[in-house]
């Protein structure tokens, strides 16, 4: 383990969060996968690998501080990208079943590499629009858990991330800026695709200081059959 390594685990244990060999091995294959893949496609403006290890891979388990993973059964992360935060979460709570959502075929190549070389178990990846995805059976109200970082606003992500929640689950934006804006701009959409926002936790990212928000906001109950609307509505035309 060196200096890189050492500080990550470090940081994690500061939230009870151990990492084993493997699993360090694993964040470390995946590191150099990103940035050898990096090279070809544009999966991160971020390849300093200090910098991929806390605004990356610590950032995307800072979930992990606030919900509960060990009673989380089923995981969707819509609007990965190069894999945030799902695979991170899915290297640290191996149980996870993983869905990862992405609109774009090069990244879900990308991640089932990653997925196929760090070895990871019942990781199912999907190319689409979340829209579209979102209305298939066991697919829609499914997941015990729907996270999105760094995606779009809060009106759009309600209707791109919630169907996917079930009935009792729960969905979690992961946002930079402080979302209070964004959540009053959000308050019809959240009523009308049946979510409650319960928390709004707020931390800094170690090392460089950075505001980081999460929205956290329960299923209470099914999807109404008219949502999400067909894709690229949402993004264009809000539910506000």
């Known amino acids: 383990m060196d200096s890189v390594q050492f500080q ?19 964040f470390e294959r995946y590191y150099d996968e990103l940035v050898s893949w990096n090279e070809k496609m544009n999966l991160t403006g971020i390849t300093d690998r200090e910098q ?11 979930l992990a501080f606030y919900v509960p993973m060990d009673q989380i059964c089923s995981l ?23 869905t990862i959502v992405d609109s774009l075929n090069k ?8 997925v196929d070389e ?17 209305r298939q059976a066991g697919l829609r109200d499914s997941f015990d ?11 759009v992500l309600n209707e791109f991330c919630l169907p996917f929640a079930k009935p009792g689950g729960m969905f979690v934006a992961m946002k930079g800026s402080d979302p209070k804006d964004e959540l009053k ?11 409650k926002c319960v928390k709004t936790p707020q931390f800094v990212l170690p090392m460089e200081q950075s505001e980081r928000h999460l929205v956290i906001v329960n299923k209470v109950a ?11 509505t949402p993004a264009k035309a809000p539910l506000m």
Do not use: W
């Not at 990550?8 to 694993?26: D, G, K, N, V």
């Not at 760090?118 to 979102?134: F, K, S, T, W």
């Not at 729907?146 to 779009?152: F, Y």
């Not at 959000?186 to 979510?195: I, T």
């Open 8 to 26: 990550f685990c470090t940081l994690l244990q500061e939230h009870q969060l151990e990492l084993s060999a493997r699993q360090l091995q694993q």
């Open 52 to 62: 991929v290890y806390i605004k990356h891979f610590y950032d995307s388990l800072s």
């Open 76 to 98: 969707a992360d819509i609007g990965s990208g190069a894999g945030f935060p799902g695979i991170p979460l899915k290297i640290c709570y191996p149980h996870l079943q993983l």
């Open 107 to 114: 990244r879900i190549q990308f991640l089932q590499h990653v």
């Open 118 to 134: 760090l070895g990871l178990m019942n990781v199912q990846l999907l190319h689409g629009r979340a829209e579209d995805l979102a």
């Open 145 to 155: 858990l729907v996270t999105a970082r760094a995606v779009a606003r809060m009106a």
């Open 185 to 195: 701009e959000a308050a019809f959409s959240l009523s009308e695709l049946k979510g």
């Open 222 to 232: 099914v999807t109404p059959k008219k949502y999400p609307r067909k894709a690229g």
